[in-house]
Every structure is written in structure tokens, then in C-alpha cells.
């Protein structure tokens, strides 16, 4: 398990939730992180200097790296002023800054990787400013990760301006080369498949021979999934890649307590049902006891270890 070659793919808090867990067991994790975030600090910075957006990012090298070490903590600090400093983080500013004196985000993800001494790798799908754009299932046509997220009409397929941007060199060879891929968990279009839209990636993945797993939602997401099942997810996948690009996927079975549920209904979300899908299905009761239905990243990681380990004996 530790020499094998992870690559996981994704975005937002979903994607760093997966790394914190499975870092304890494996040091060769490359997480490939989506860049079309236009929202909050990295859309400010983004839209302001013309840099790709770092707070996903962020996150991902905060989760491989030694959480409890002051660095972490401070790539993590979020200034509580108003004004100009207002909502950003440290982490994001400082990549920013990194950035512009190396020349290159690339650069500035490896150096600020030394300085969090993290375990693994942490690798932009593409170095291209990107928009993300849906189409909805009325025609109708959305501009930006954010405003995505937030519509009522269910998606009918996104796509990415400028189409088809090269995916960084990296990525392509992590992929071709890993033991095992990882999709999840994560927004479905906004953090998931967004990443496979960029040129090369499905390829890349269609001719690795690793054993390819998703990571499904605990709870629909209002604008993204409202109303979806687990073949639902699969099929919105597949549909932006190709049939039979998964393997297995791992879903939630544990009960969502009352509260939660109730919580997640005042905004129209549900927990996803467990339907059947045309490939095998890995359950468990994977979510965090909080304030939100999120994943917890021991009860994921020991799930995942499980397979992968009855999987490459």
C-alpha cells in the first residue's frame, strides 16, 4: 500500500477531506486539483492579478502536509478585517505572491510543497485560465463555477472556455502511470468532471491501467444534483468521458442523523439513494458526526484501503 502510485481527482473541500485520511497510509498521493474556482478569495485574486486560482489548491497541500505544524495553521489563517484583506487567506496570498516571483503557479505549488514539507504531490489540471460554462436541460447557458453551482434547472453538460485546454504535462504522466485513480469526493460538474474536460486527461486515464474508483456524494447538492441517484452520478460521468471509466464506486449506507436531514431539506438536498449501477458498489457508513453530511477522512480512507488492498494482493 505505501509504494503504490495514487492519483486523485477533484476539487473543493471534498477533495482535501480524502487526502487527510489517505496520506496515513500511502506518500505517493498526487492530487490533481480542478482551476476553475471564480468564487470567494480566489475569485477576487484571480480576477484582480490574473492568477489562477489558489484556494483549492491551498487546501489540498494543507491536507497532505503535517496539520497540527504552525505553517499549516498559518496557510490557513483567513483575515477577519474588512476592507482590501478582507475573506482572503494567507495560503492563497502567499501562492499568489510565490507566483509572481517564480514566474509560474507550477513553481509556486512545488516550492510552497518544501515549505509544507507534504506528503505526495499536488498538481493544477491545467495551467490555462478556464471558465466553466453549463448547458441546462431548457438550452439555456451559464457562465462560472460560482453561478453553476447556484442554478435550480437540472444540467444537462458543461464544457470549458476555451475548449480543450492542455492539460499540465504532469498530470498526463501521473495518470498513465498510477496504480490507482481516485474521482471524489466533490461537487459532481463544478469539482469532478470538470477535470476530465481538459485535453488529455481521459485519455491519459483510458490507457492507465489503474483501478479507477468514485467517490459519490453523501448528500444531493442544490444546483448541481438536486434529485440525483448514485447512477445518476455515474451516468453524468460517463457522459463526459466515456462508459466504463469507473471501476467502483464507494457510497455512503449509514443513516444521516434527523437533524442533518433536516437541515439539508430547508435547501432543497436529500441523501443520495443508493440505486443500482452496472458496476460494483462499495458501502459503508462513511460520514462525519457534525454539522454537516460530509465524509469523514478515517472512516474513507479505512474503506478505501480495504479495497485497494483486496484489489493489487
Do not use: W
Not at 483549492?56 to 483575515?79: K, P
Not at 453549463?134 to 460560482?146: M, P, R, T
Not at 444531493?220 to 441517484?229: A, D, M, R, V
Amino acid at each position: 500500500m505505501k509504494n503504490l502510485k495514487i492519483v486523485a481527482l477533484g476539487g473543493g473541500s471534498g477533495l482535501s477531506t480524502l487526502l487527510r485520511g489517505l496520506k496515513k497510509y500511502n506518500k505517493s498521493i498526487t492530487a490533481v486539483v480542478n482551476v476553475a474556482d471564480d468564487g470567494g478569495s480566489s475569485g477576487k485574486l484571480r480576477t484582480e492579478l490574473g492568477v489562477l486560482p489558489p484556494g483549492d489548491i491551498r487546501n489540498c497541500l494543507v491536507a497532505l502536509s503535517e496539520e497540527e505544524s504552525l505553517m499549516s495553521r498559518l496557510f490557513q489563517y483567513r483575515f477577519p478585517t474588512r476592507g482590501t484583506l478582507s475573506g482572503h487567506s494567507f495560503g492563497n496570498l502567499f501562492l499568489t505572491a510565490m507566483s509572481s516571483i517564480l514566474g509560474s503557479f507550477d513553481s509556486a505549488i512545488a516550492n510552497c510543497s518544501e515549505v509544507l514539507a507534504i506528503r505526495g504531490r499536488v498538481l493544477p489540471v491545467t495551467l490555462s485560465s478556464i471558465v466553466l460554462e453549463a448547458e441546462l436541460e431548457s438550452g439555456k447557458k451559464i457562465k462560472g463555477e460560482s453561478k453553476i453551482s447556484e442554478v435550480e434547472e437540472k444540467i444537462k453538460r458543461i464544457g470549458l472556455s476555451p475548449m480543450s485546454p492542455p492539460a499540465t504535462p504532469d498530470v498526463i504522466n501521473v495518470l498513465k502511470n498510477a496504480d490507482i485513480i481516485i474521482f471524489g469526493p466533490g461537487s459532481l460538474y463544478t469539482s469532478i468532471i470538470v477535470n476530465l474536460l481538459v485535453d488529455g486527461v481521459v485519455d491519459a486515464i483510458k490507457i492507465s491501467k489503474a483501478y479507477k474508483m468514485y467517490v459519490c456524494n453523501i448528500m444531493t447538492q442544490p444546483g448541481e444534483t438536486k434529485g440525483y441517484k448514485l447512477s445518476d452520478h455515474v451516468a453524468a460521468i460517463e457522459k463526459h468521458s466515456y462508459s466504463g471509466i469507473v471501476d467502483c464506486v464507494i457510497a455512503n449506507e449509514g443513516i444521516v442523523p434527523e437533524n442533518l436531514v433536516k437541515r439539508y431539506e430547508k435547501c432543497g438536498a436529500c441523501q443520495v439513494e443508493n440505486d443500482k449501477v452496472c458496476i460494483k458498489i462499495v458501502k459503508g457508513s462513511l460520514f462525519s458526526d457534525e454539522i454537516y453530511a460530509r465524509h469523514d477522512p478515517d472512516k474513507l480512507a479505512d474503506v478505501l484501503v480495504e479495497i485497494i488492498t483486496s484489489v493489487l494482493k
